[in-house]
């Protein structure tokens, strides 16, 4: 299921309706990471929740204000996960609405232990970058339930794009943030980025009958088992090519990044090498590699035999 090329092309700042209850307003933030811009969704009419404010934006905040409109406001300001395109306008948002920022924690929440080791050693993740300073009002938990009169979404915890990443399900409509998106796969760079949780946050979407996922990139996917199952494919195919060049010796990440990604220009074999490193953690979390040595981006992984 490769994913065609679209048209979603909004103009940013301008509130479009999705369907009853959702709008959209694109951040004007284009790039390589975040596509078009970060989309900002608006939720109910009257009692508004605002998901995913975007990057510091004089222009953006004038836009989510104007769009609200008379006798509404805002109660709810939901960050999916505290990247530097998603977190940032929470705060100056928040100022002006006096509406409280909900999160499932801080810009580390949800690390697991081992991406946790790797980041006291030293590396520091890739990407969109991490809002360091960004802090929730109210922090919510998997399975939570945020509510007005109008509406109620329900907290699902989808780690592996960021350890304090969340969707949001109204319905069967579920804002699925840079988890799953229809115009690219989710970058995963450790330590920020966690390979074994996003499959299993990929497993966890899937166990659910879904009508449409709602992205902070791009347009909405309107097939959002198939598309689940395609990411899923894409990585187990990346992970199966990259057991098979690990078959061939002992390597460095570095190593097997030029055994995998044989036709990617010189300028993008350092994303490739993180997302290799990506997979050789979970290989090696799952007793697939071994790592020689202290784990790192610079160590040496060799396969494991397998017993038949």
Not at 23 to 49: C, E, H, M, Q
Not at 68 to 94: E, F, N, Q, Y
Not at 104 to 130: Q, Y
Request: net charge negative; charged share 20%; glycine share 10%.
């Amino acid at each position: 299921m490769s994913q065609p090329p679209d048209d979603f092309n909004p103009v940013p700042g301008e509130a479009e309706v999705l369907e009853q209850g959702i709008r959209r307003i694109l951040a004007p933030n284009p790039s390589a990471f975040t596509y078009r811009g970060t989309n900002t969704y608006l939720v109910g009419r009257y009692s508004v929740a605002v998901i995913d404010p975007g990057p510091a934006s004089d222009a953006h905040l004038d836009a989510i204000l104007s769009a609200i409109g008379p006798g509404a406001r805002i109660t709810h300001i939901i960050v999916t996960h505290a990247h530097l395109d998603h977190s940032p306008l929470a705060g100056p948002l928040s100022r002006h609405t006096g509406a409280p920022i909900l999160a499932f924690g801080g810009a580390h929440a949800g690390r697991s232990a081992v991406m946790e080791h790797l980041a006291r050693s030293g590396l520091a993740g890739g990407g969109e970058g991490v809002d360091e300073a960004f802090r929730p009002d109210r922090v919510v938990a998997d399975g939570d339930v945020i509510g007005s009169s109008e509406w109620q979404m329900e907290v699902i915890h989808t780690p592996g794009h960021l350890g304090n990443h969340i969707a949001l399900a109204l319905g069967d409509a579920c804002f699925t943030a840079d988890h799953v998106m229809g115009w690219s796969t989710s970058i995963v760079s450790p330590p920020e980025g966690d390979l074994t949780a996003f499959m299993a946050s990929c497993a966890t979407l899937r166990a659910r009958d879904w009508r449409v996922f709602y992205p902070g990139h791009g347009a909405p996917v309107d097939d959002p088992a198939g598309r689940l199952d395609w990411l899923v494919r894409h990585r187990l195919s990346r992970e199966a090519a990259i057991r098979d060049a690990l078959s061939a010796g002992p390597a460095t990440p570095a190593e097997l990044t030029l055994r995998v990604y044989t036709d990617v220009a010189p300028a993008l074999l350092p994303a490739a090498e993180r997302n290799v490193f990506a997979h050789l953690i979970d290989l090696t979390e799952r007793k697939l590699a071994h790592c020689r040595g202290p784990l790192s981006a610079q160590a040496h992984f060799e396969a494991v035999p397998q017993v038949a």
